[in-house]
């Protein structure tokens, strides 16, 4: 069924930080390279940061020195800290294949307002 379920959103303040949790299949988390997406209402969805099997990172500039990308494999799980968040994160939050993006998940919400 959903190969990626992501968790962890929620409402914070701007300069507010918020962890998100992407919980992932065993073989898909074995050999994919997993990036977070998100969509804003009236946006494009964009690519915010990817991770490779061996840990190899690259993010958006929108997002970079504010938000960190890590993967627990034991855990099969993906986790993005997000820091110093601003109103234009706000936005559903997806994981998915970062090359071949499959189906997609519920996500998970992210607002950031006062």
């Known amino acids: 069924q959903v190969p990626f379920v992501e968790s962890g959103g929620g409402l914070v303040q701007p300069g507010g930080s918020l962890r998100l949790s992407c919980a992932a299949s065993?073989?898909?988390?074995?050999?994919?390279?997993i990036a977070w997406y998100r969509q804003a209402p009236g946006k494009q969805r964009e690519m915010v940061v990817g991770i490779s099997r061996s840990g190899t990172t690259n993010y958006a500039a929108s997002v970079e020195g504010r938000f960190t990308i890590s993967r627990d494999n034991a855990k099969r799980t993906v986790y993005l800290q997000m820091n110093r968040l601003k109103p234009e994160d706000t936005a559903v939050y997806y994981c998915n294949d970062q090359l071949r993006p499959g189906s997609w998940g519920q996500g998970t919400q992210v607002t950031v307002s006062s």
């Open positions: 065993g073989t898909i988390f074995s050999i994919c390279a």
